[in-house]
């Protein structure tokens, strides 16, 4: 019946709160959204087959005002149908109150907006482009989310693509969480700060649902032919989004109520989830200063500020102010408590764990003995905190090379954590990584395999393959099986350290071009096409990196060049070490070691090609810059004039050849 430039008009006006207000007043308490549009909206609108908005624009209502009930819309409302109209109301209602007393605000309500005659046959160039575009223009979302800690808006197709659809807009938007469900709120994060991130983790767009099959169908389509990334990209953009937005509007409830329990788990939230210890640390200061001045019930301490403050400040490096925080902490503990005291332990460990960051290791160790003893008398030997301090204890050990006295503290923590915890609990897993990098500092390969191997087998119970964290487990076990001439188990497990990094970095970050770099220097010589394959990998991140005229694609190529050398494809090799050569040459560093090594390289391919004249003249290229950097008598040199003599031998001189035998004898003998 209308034009997409018709819908695309009527898409950017909204309605009044007052308008909404007196429609309110018609219907029963509590009824859904979508009987309200049963009951009001289509009945009005089906002898005309228009929206209700273009009923108040005629003025062909009997519902009055006192200003205009339409206008440019200034605010798009994304809701659930399925939620009371008067939750709805009241969420606009306390959005509004916000706003100056002189300013209208006009509300995009798809119940009054959209035609809810024919709005399942709007076609799908409306949901690409027109619907978006509206959303885009209005430039302001307003979500209302209940119940806050399921909310069905993140259930529902429309609801999702709405968020989306802003957050692509680059539209400000802001959670609102209905006054009913405000107290319901803060008391949920206030007794565990973890609430504000869990209440947005299941978001599953594809598995969200629409009153009309139609609708969603249309939106799913939009979704997986206009996102790039499709469902995985939604998911991944509306919830970070609604963590911030979360955080946002709780911390407005907190700093309404000046509640400190509240404003301290938001300063948690901020420091563990959203890594803004800046932040974190300003809730932190407020808290002490609402204690100041009104020193109300609260469960948390002011010990207990300080000692989150303290964490934050650790976080950041800030290592003096946190030594700070972390001893106020435990002044105010030895000053309310008896030295039997958790809280007091704490402290200690803390405090240690910052002389150990300071390099004070002896001062850690100090402290970390005062936190054991209080743990043991408090808890036990056999305590998750006691496991804890062993474990501090064992990195202060092990940082000043007492790997005695480290294994010791690690083999106590791993007894306690698989007897507390579990033997596959994250924390068992850690203490078995501590003791195998010890091992390795002892230079006891084998043991040190042997408990990263724990390490990372308890790891695969609770990270997928590909979690970034295995990655470092990667690169700690193939160093040890590196030293222990294993290159087949290296090999794979270079392979496996690079795959992660590629998932996690993309193809163009520093650390996958060393991934590349040290699989190619594992492979030479053992598999020689898969060194290839890695150090072409190299060359083309390093291009993408620092361009095809930079000395790091200079190294690229030669490194390139010595695989396919070790590989006998040498045609290929000769023209990336002359490449390399050229690119050197280019930037002005030609006359160093690096050069020479370069310069012997290509003699060598020549060899291998069978032309010993190119071979002689690579060969002494490679002395004369050996000499021309003074590295007369570096071994290299001898290398170099052993070859040399080779290629006189071809060459049929040979004189020349046992001359040259001679040097590289008196090098080697010096």
């Not at 190529?557 to 990336?576: P, W």
Request: glycine share 6%; proline share 4%.
């Amino acid at each position: 019946r209308h034009s997409l430039s018709d819908m695309a008009a009527s898409s950017l006006f909204g309605v009044t709160l007052e308008f909404m207000r007196e429609v309110l007043k018609r219907v029963p308490e509590n009824m859904p959204t979508a009987e309200v549009c049963q009951l009001i909206v289509v009945p009005a609108c089906a002898p005309t087959q228009c929206s209700y908005m273009a009923l108040l624009q005629e003025g062909r209502t009997d519902i009055s005002t006192t200003r205009p009930p339409v206008g440019r819309a200034t605010i798009f409302v994304s809701h659930a149908w399925s939620r009371p109209f008067s939750e709805l109301v009241s969420v606009i209602a306390q959005y509004q109150s916000k706003q100056p007393a002189e300013k209208v605000e006009y509300f995009w309500v798809d119940l009054f907006v959209n035609n809810q005659i024919t709005a399942t046959t709007l076609p799908y160039e409306w949901w690409q482009t027109t619907f978006r575009q509206s959303i885009r223009t209005i430039g302001h979302t307003l979500l209302v989310m209940s119940p806050w800690s399921d909310p069905l808006p993140l259930q529902r197709a429309w609801c999702l693509f709405e968020m989306y659809s802003a957050i692509t807009a680059g539209a400000t938007m802001e959670v609102g969480i209905p006054p009913s469900e405000r107290a319901g709120f803060a008391d949920a994060v206030k007794r565990d700060h973890e609430a504000l991130i869990v209440a947005q983790m299941g978001i599953n767009a594809e598995q969200a649902q629409a009153s009309s099959p139609g609708d969603r169908d249309r939106i799913f389509q939009v979704v997986r032919e206009r996102i790039e990334g499709g469902f995985p990209a939604l998911n991944s953009t509306v919830k970070t989004q609604l963590r911030t937005q979360y955080l946002q509007a709780c911390t407005q409830i907190a700093r309404d109520s000046r509640d400190p329990d509240l404003l301290v788990n938001i300063g948690l939230t901020l420091e563990r989830h959203f890594a803004d210890p800046p932040a974190a640390i300003k809730i932190y200061e407020d808290v002490l200063a609402i204690k100041q001045e009104t020193p109300q019930a609260s469960s948390v301490t002011e010990a207990t500020v300080h000692l989150y403050m303290g964490h934050a400040h650790n976080y950041l490096r800030n290592y003096d102010q946190a030594l700070e925080c972390y001893e106020k902490s435990l002044a105010l503990n030895l000053a309310a408590n008896t030295e039997n005291n958790s809280k007091i332990a704490a402290a200690y460990d803390c405090i240690g764990q910052i002389h150990f960051y300071k390099d004070d290791s002896a001062k850690a160790l100090e402290f970390y003995q005062k936190a054991l003893e209080l743990h043991m008398a408090k808890d036990g030997e056999n305590a998750a905190t006691t496991a804890t301090t062993y474990n501090n204890m064992g990195q202060a050990y092990r940082s000043i090379r007492d790997y005695d006295k480290a294994l010791e503290c690690f083999s106590k923590g791993v007894a306690i954590f698989s007897s507390v915890m579990g033997p596959t609990h994250p924390s068992t897993g850690v203490m078995h990584t501590s003791m195998g990098q010890v091992y390795a500092d002892k230079g006891d390969a084998a043991k040190a395999v042997e408990c990263l191997t724990k390490g990372l087998e308890i790891k695969r119970v609770t990270m997928s393959e590909s979690h970034p964290s295995m990655m470092t487990s990667y690169k700690n076990l193939t160093e040890q099986y590196e030293k222990m001439g294993d290159t087949t188990k290296a090999i794979e497990l270079r392979q496996k350290t690079l795959a992660i990094q590629i998932a996690t970095l993309g193809e163009d970050h520093p650390d996958v071009a060393t991934g590349y770099q040290k699989l190619g220097l594992v492979c030479l010589n053992r598999d020689n096409e898969l060194a290839v394959k890695a150090y072409e990998g190299y060359l083309a991140c390093k291009v993408k990196l620092d361009g095809e005229m930079s000395l790091e694609t200079a190294v690229a190529h030669a490194s390139l060049g010595a695989a396919h050398t070790y590989n006998e494809t040498l045609e290929k090799a000769l023209e990336h070490c002359l490449k390399s050569q050229s690119i050197r040459a280019a930037l002005g560093t030609a006359t160093s070691t690096e050069d020479a090594v370069i310069a012997h390289n290509i003699g060598l391919v020549y060899m291998g090609m069978n032309d010993d004249a190119k071979a002689y003249e690579a060969f002494e290229r490679s002395i004369a810059l050996y000499k021309a950097v003074g590295s007369e008598s570096d071994p290299s040199v001898a290398l170099t004039y052993r070859s040399m003599a080779k290629a006189c031998e071809g060459l049929g001189q040979a004189d020349k050849a046992a001359e040259y035998t001679a040097l590289a004898a008196r090098i080697a003998a010096e």
